[in-house]
Each structure stands twice: as structure tokens, then as C-alpha cells.
């Protein structure tokens, strides 16, 4: 059992996402430092890219914050190898495809594995094109994440029974964003995964307050909430840590 798989262990698990440089690297430590005190179980930090295509507005607006503030994928391995003199959970990278080509697959990988990164979630890998990464993530002891759509159907089977540390189910069509209800029959799904694996699996896209984490909860391993922090720190900016702690203990408290 891995680490990302060892933090599911007999709870219900609160994955935040934060993009890492918006709208310092700064600001991000203190969030992270925040979110870890106050209950977060593993931590998504977003890679920021000029064309997200999974992500809506709000994330789209903090990966163009993060940008013009001159984050490079370089300061991030920095900004993470600090972290993990005291961050001891989870963390796992969330970024797209040509952000890895550009800096060279094996030395991206590499450089996660030497820093502390348990694993990566790119969304616009599609699940049969994996193999481009998935030799080296093994090589380099990177968990490769895979995502499940509503859309995936007839390959949800699949897609489960070769899953590595959690599946990150998307609960609604279309881009991130905060919702005001998930009309998706997610159980049909998750029914499907629990029936072809034994890899946790966590619910994302849309989740914003409490009583939807708790309700996604009942019949996930976890949820992950992204843009309902972002919106805090388009808000708040500089000054935002105090308060995405309080948020995230708000969710934490809801899966006890």
C-alpha cells in the first residue's frame, strides 16, 4: 500500500487543490501550512498551465495570477522540496501534458520523486494514451492518477482495475467550477469501480460546501474541492491562509 493509498485508511478523506504561485509562492506555503492544520488528508497543488482546458473560470483566472507572477515549474519543485521540511501528507501534483513535455518526462518524474511528490493527475491524458507516462512514473515510484467521467461508461471497468493510488471521480460534464447541485447519479459509477478495484476513490468538480461533501461522502472515499478555495484567494489574495484554514476545517468537520 502506498501513501496516498494509506491516507484513505478507515476515514473519509478531504483533498484540497490549490494553485501553486497565486498569487505568490509565498501565500501558497502559508494556505498549504493552513489547510494541514486543520484537517486536509492529501493536497492537490495545481501546476499552472496558460491553457488549462479542464478547468473554468475561477481556476483559469489563478493559473493566469500564478503566471504573471513568474511561477515556473522550477520555483514549484523549490516551493515543495521547503514544504516537506515539515508537510508530511500527501501531496500529489495536478497539471496537463505539455507542462511534463516541455520539461523532459524522465527529469519531471525525477524531480517529484527527489522532492516528495506521491503522484500526478493530468486531465487531458486520455486513459488509453497513459503508457506515455506511466513507465516512467513507476521507474520514479509516482503514482500516475487516472479520472473517471460520467461520460467514461463503457470503460469505467477498465479504467478501475488498472488504477493506482485513487480514482478522482468527476461528478459533472464540463469544466470545474462551484456548483449549486451534482445532478449526476454518481453511485451507478462508483458501484462499477468498487465491483473492478480496491483503490479509494474521491469525488471532484463542483463540490463547495459542507452538506455537498458530506453527501458525496456517504458512498465516496473522499471529496476534492478546488475552486471554492481559489474563489478565497481571488478574494483575499496575500491574506488569504487564516481564512482557507477555516474553510477547510468547515469540510473536514463534515466527514467526521
Do not use: H
Not at 109 to 116: R, T, V
Not at 178 to 207: H, M, Q, S, Y
Amino acid at each position: 500500500m502506498n501513501k496516498i493509498e494509506k491516507a484513505f485508511e478507515n476515514k473519509k478523506v478531504f483533498i484540497p487543490f490549490i494553485t501553486c504561485g497565486d498569487p505568490n509562492l509565498e501565500t501558497t506555503a502559508a494556505c498549504v501550512r493552513e489547510m494541514v492544520k486543520n484537517g486536509a488528508d492529501l493536497i492537490e497543488l495545481g501546476i499552472p498551465f496558460s491553457d488549462p482546458t479542464a478547468e473554468g473560470p475561477t481556476i483559469q483566472g489563478a493559473n493566469l495570477r500564478a503566471l504573471s507572477s513568474g511561477v515556473t515549474t522550477e520555483k514549484i519543485f523549490d516551493f515543495v522540496k521547503d514544504l516537506r521540511k515539515d508537510v508530511k501528507i500527501p501531496l500529489v501534483f495536478m497539471t496537463y501534458a505539455n507542462v511534463i513535455f516541455a520539461y523532459g518526462a524522465e527529469k519531471f518524474l525525477s524531480k517529484c520523486a527527489e522532492i516528495g511528490i506521491d503522484g500526478i493527475i493530468l486531465p487531458d491524458l486520455p486513459f488509453e494514451e497513459k503508457e506515455e507516462f506511466l513507465p516512467t512514473c513507476k521507474k520514479f515510484g509516482v503514482s500516475l492518477l487516472s479520472m473517471i467521467a460520467p461520460t467514461s461508461e463503457n470503460r469505467i471497468a477498465k479504467i478501475s482495475s488498472e488504477a493506482e493510488g485513487f480514482l478522482y471521480i468527476v461528478s459533472s460534464l464540463g469544466v470545474t467550477g462551484t456548483r449549486n447541485e451534482i445532478k449526476t447519479d454518481l453511485e451507478p459509477i462508483i458501484k462499477i469501480v468498487r465491483e473492478n478495484t480496491k483503490i479509494p476513490c474521491a469525488i471532484g468538480f463542483g463540490i463547495s460546501t459542507p452538506e455537498q461533501a458530506k453527501k458525496m461522502s456517504q458512498f465516496a472515499d473522499g471529496v476534492i474541492v478546488g475552486s471554492a478555495i481559489i474563489k478565497i484567494l481571488e478574494k483575499y489574495g496575500e491574506n488569504s491562509a487564516e481564512k482557507v484554514g477555516q474553510f477547510v476545517k468547515t469540510m473536514t468537520d463534515a466527514l467526521k
